[in-house]
């Protein structure tokens, strides 16, 4: 155990300022953000926020579904449900209650590309936070009888999703999207794939993944970075980095091959869903001009879907667009949900307003409105300590270093009309959109 925190490498993260107004400045500073990363390569980032009395602590994986090998999907998944299970140190009552009855609560996630295990609680309680969930992501256990219960629990996870028609149809756009490929495949698994998972299998993948080079500590609240840094390195500091092999490299997905489709289904449900989307490089130079197309298009009561669809035309209860980013591309999709009889008309709607000068030749106003929306959750998600945590991982992982709310705020300003219509014009081509309809049967 590296026992001198002297030896981890700092780097102080100074976030800049948008402008010389002061209420700017103060709306978008982070406060004090500093890294380190261990020797043996674990990256740390604090954010200290003066005005709380909880810390919100993180402990990544840079590994998720898309790591699942190819038998075993679902199998990251499965294993952040397990590590609750027990340790060497604490069954599973003890891992519940310890942060508990410390007047904090413990969550996990995992998505297509991460894994988290989070622990929020009072700042006094750092330690504490440390100590357990070091002790859930080194040394669990896996004990059988728990782990068999644990199937059970996400096959019903799985039923859940399969009697959700919203969550099953981007399940299957993805797959449509990305066939043959790790991204394509659903985060939980399958009642198949569940079944092949052994406590072998489980600790295989962990000493692929779970290795320094791919943890993340994100630590946000009212402490110090060297504390937090001591912390890391008394629980983490010990690590080794075993060789990387072809199975703990992640593969990407060569998007020369995404080939767009048109498929329409019947399904044995009450409302017909559709979803369109198309896929764009990571580094493609359109990236924030998407995001202020997906504010304008698909976020709020006032955006252009809720209001051609909903407002005006009675079609459907809910009609969103959405953005999700992962290593080298981002995808784009439109969802809606309607009446069997009134599906053809809602796609024409969509379709008409995708083609429509309100996308082709955006007004200013409304570009100002979206970026206005944009800014004002960046700025109010920070005041959610778990997000504002969440947030700085994802900078990490996605941009290879943290960006400053003051910095995706030049960004988001610095779109054009021009490049908003430049945007939307790849939605407006059909040979580059994708859409899955279920046309509900009942």
Same mark, same amino acid.
């Given at each position: 155990?590296?026992?001198?925190? $002297?030896?981890?490498?700092?780097?102080?993260?100074?976030?800049?300022?948008?402008?010389?107004?002061?209420? +700017?400045?103060?709306?978008?500073? $982070?406060?004090?953000?500093?890294?380190?990363?261990?020797?043996?390569?674990?990256?740390?980032?604090?954010?200290?926020?003066?005005?709380?009395?909880?810390?919100?602590?993180?402990?990544?994986?840079?590994?998720?579904?898309?790591?699942?090998?190819?038998?075993?999907?679902?199998?990251?998944?499965?294993?952040?449900?397990?590590?609750?299970?027990?340790?060497?140190?604490? /069954?599973?009552?003890?891992?519940?209650?310890?942060?508990?009855?410390? #007047?904090?609560?413990?969550?996990?996630?995992?998505?297509?590309?991460?894994?988290?295990?989070?622990?929020?609680?009072?700042?006094?309680?750092?330690?504490?936070? @440390?100590?357990?969930?070091? /002790?859930?992501?080194? %040394?669990?256990?896996?004990?059988?009888?728990?782990?068999?219960?644990?199937?059970?629990?996400?096959?019903?996870?799985?039923? !859940?999703?399969? %009697?959700?028609?919203?969550?099953?149809?981007?399940?299957? @756009? %993805?797959?449509?999207?990305?066939?043959?490929?790790?991204?394509?495949?659903?985060?939980?698994?399958?009642?198949?794939?569940?079944?092949?998972? !052994?406590?072998?299998?489980?600790? +295989?993948?962990?000493?692929?993944?779970?290795?320094?080079?791919?943890?993340?500590?994100?630590?946000?609240?009212?402490? #110090?970075?060297?504390?937090?840094?001591? &912390?890391?390195?008394?629980?983490?500091?010990?690590?080794?980095?075993?060789?990387?092999?072809?199975?703990?490299?992640?593969?990407?997905?060569?998007?020369?091959?995404?080939?767009?489709?048109?498929?329409?289904?019947?399904?044995?449900?009450?409302?017909?869903?559709?979803?369109?989307?198309?896929?764009?490089?990571?580094? %493609?130079?359109?990236?924030?001009?998407?995001?202020?197309?997906?504010?304008?298009? *698909?976020? *709020?009561?006032?955006?252009?879907?809720?209001?051609?669809?909903?407002?005006?035309?009675?079609?459907?209860?809910?009609?969103? !667009?959405?953005? !999700?980013? &992962?290593?080298?591309?981002?995808?784009?999709?439109?969802?809606?949900?309607? /009446?069997?009889?009134?599906?053809?008309?809602?796609?024409?709607?969509?379709?008409? &307003?995708?083609?429509?000068?309100?996308?082709?030749?955006? /007004?200013?106003?409304?570009?100002?409105?979206?970026?206005?929306?944009?800014?004002?959750?960046?700025?109010?998600?920070?005041?959610?300590?778990?997000?504002?945590?969440?947030?700085?991982?994802?900078?990490?992982?996605?941009? #290879?270093?943290?960006?400053?709310?003051?910095?995706?705020?030049?960004?988001?300003?610095?779109?054009?009309?021009?490049?908003?219509?430049?945007?939307?014009?790849?939605?407006?081509?059909?040979?580059?959109?994708?859409?899955?309809?279920?046309?509900?049967?009942?």
């Amino acid at each position: 155990m590296h026992s001198n925190p $002297s030896a981890i490498v700092r780097k102080s993260l100074s976030p800049a300022t948008p402008g010389s107004d002061r209420h +700017a400045e103060q709306r978008l500073s $982070s406060g004090d953000i500093r890294s380190a990363t261990l020797p043996n390569g674990l990256r740390i980032v604090s954010n200290l926020v003066p005005y709380v009395h909880s810390v919100t602590l993180g402990i990544w994986i840079n590994a998720g579904s898309r790591e699942d090998p190819e038998g075993l999907e679902g199998i990251a998944h499965f294993i952040e449900h397990a590590i609750f299970k027990g340790t060497r140190k604490r /069954d599973y009552i003890d891992i519940a209650r310890c942060i508990e009855e410390a #007047g904090g609560y413990i969550d996990a996630w995992t998505t297509k590309e991460q894994t988290c295990l989070c622990v929020r609680c009072l700042r006094e309680h750092l330690p504490l936070a @440390f100590d357990l969930l070091a /002790d859930m992501v080194r %040394d669990p256990v896996f004990p059988k009888e728990e782990i068999e219960k644990e199937r059970e629990v996400v096959l019903e996870e799985i039923a !859940s999703v399969n %009697d959700t028609p919203e969550e099953l149809i981007f399940e299957e @756009f %993805d797959l449509r999207s990305f066939p043959g490929h790790p991204l394509g495949t659903p985060i939980l698994g399958t009642e198949k794939s569940i079944e092949r998972f !052994s406590r072998k299998k489980l600790r +295989a993948f962990m000493h692929r993944h779970y290795v320094p080079s791919k943890m993340l500590v994100t630590a946000v609240g009212n402490i #110090g970075h060297d504390e937090v840094a001591q &912390l890391a390195e008394s629980h983490f500091g010990s690590m080794e980095e075993p060789p990387a092999t072809k199975e703990s490299m992640r593969k990407q997905f060569d998007i020369s091959e995404y080939k767009p489709f048109s498929v329409t289904t019947k399904k044995r449900i009450y409302q017909s869903q559709l979803l369109l989307g198309t896929i764009i490089p990571r580094d %493609d130079s359109r990236f924030w001009s998407l995001m202020v197309l997906n504010a304008m298009l *698909g976020s *709020g009561m006032s955006c252009l879907l809720n209001l051609e669809l909903r407002e005006k035309r009675g079609l459907v209860y809910q009609a969103y !667009s959405s953005l !999700s980013f &992962l290593d080298e591309l981002t995808t784009f999709n439109i969802y809606a949900g309607t /009446d069997k009889g009134k599906a053809p008309k809602t796609l024409e709607t969509i379709t008409e &307003l995708l083609n429509s000068k309100a996308l082709q030749e955006p /007004d200013p106003d409304d570009i100002r409105a979206a970026k206005s929306k944009m800014l004002g959750s960046l700025i109010m998600g920070m005041e959610k300590m778990t997000r504002r945590m969440s947030r700085i991982a994802q900078d990490v992982f996605y941009y #290879g270093r943290y960006q400053s709310p003051a910095e995706k705020a030049a960004l988001i300003e610095a779109v054009s009309e021009a490049d908003v219509a430049e945007a939307a014009a790849l939605l407006s081509r059909p040979e580059q959109l994708s859409t899955l309809i279920y046309k509900a049967s009942r």
